[in-house]
């Protein structure tokens, strides 16, 4: 099998590549400066050329507050160059898997969301990431769409990181403590997708490591295994105003794993101890 991996500078490009290369299997990761998804020739151009027998797109705009500001080039992107790709993969015949996110849900309640439960993105990110799934969905039927939340890797910048470096300069550090989710830490998903687009088990899926949890909790933890001194300061979100409106409830379902086979992922605790070990060494 051949894929074609997008974003591969990014956390889980890189660690999605490094999968497929441990598995022998032949794998090309590119980036902007090998074609721009918002070019469709470009983008046409170079996909046919490659063949891939799957495209897996972890390529996107995820700069969540800039987005409100920068609508349209975030719809280029997470729209318009989603679309770009799921056509060239139309032409060829290959499988498409696009990486989503909670965002595309509205956030209310406390259950946890199912993949078909109705969306309502409250933010411009979320938006053009649902924007992507549904370019995906018509165009293609062989595509696999992952929504994910809270990304943790080792290749760029994340809230562990930030966490970490804030340990350092202060002795208390204020979170919210009003929106819960589940981390995901790259290393723990890119063997589940590197799995999955070599089946033929298409839809939408929820992966993130297992467990609940609000930003606060995660930062406690983040000191704790750490060794910080630092305390957690846990604030509601009205106290820590962002351009952009985060989903409280961000709890999500991994029934369409289970149906399909896929084993779910870590906790979040386990794969932030990994996490910490790896970024350390």
């Known amino acids: 099998m051949k894929i074609l991996v997008t974003g591969v500078k990014g956390q889980l490009g890189y660690d999605v590549m490094n999968v497929l290369r441990q598995r022998q299997i032949d794998c090309l990761g590119a980036d902007l400066e090998d074609f721009d998804i918002t070019d469709e020739a470009a983008t ?3 996909i046919i050329n490659y063949r891939p027998d799957a495209v897996i797109h972890c390529s996107a705009y995820t700069a969540v507050d800039r987005a409100e500001e920068d609508a349209v080039r975030c719809e280029q992107v997470n729209v318009e160059g989603t679309r770009h790709i799921a056509a060239a993969c139309r ?7 696009y990486l989503s996110t909670d965002y595309v849900f509205p956030g209310t309640g406390e259950d946890f969301y199912e993949v078909d439960d109705p969306t309502g993105p409250l933010s411009v990110y979320g938006k053009t990431k649902l924007g ?3 370019a995906v969905k018509s165009l293609l ?17 994340n809230f562990v990181k930030t966490m970490l470096r804030l340990g350092q300069q202060r002795d ?14 790259t290393a723990d998903l890119a063997p589940l997708l590197c799995d999955m687009v070599q089946t033929e088990q298409y839809g939408t899926y929820h992966a993130t490591n297992e467990g609940i949890c609000s930003w606060a909790e995660f930062a406690a933890e983040i000191f704790r295994l750490s060794g910080s001194q630092a305390t957690v300061n846990p604030i509601p979100s009205s106290e820590y105003p962002a351009k952009a409106a985060r989903p409280f409830n961000s709890r999500l379902s991994k029934k369409s794993l289970d149906l399909a086979g896929f084993s779910r992922l870590p906790s979040w605790q386990d794969a932030l101890a990994r996490y910490l070990r790896e970024i350390q060494e």
Not at 141 to 157: E, L, M, P, S
Not at 172 to 185: A, H, L
């Open 44 to 46: 046409t151009a170079f």
């Open 91 to 97: 032409e060829i015949g290959a499988k498409m898997l």
């Open 132 to 134: 992507g799934e549904l």
């Open 141 to 157: 039927d062989r595509y696999f769409i992952v929504r994910i939340a809270w990304v943790f890797g080792k290749n760029g910048n």
């Open 172 to 185: 208390q550090v204020n979170v919210v403590c009003d929106q819960v989710g589940s981390p995901t830490y």
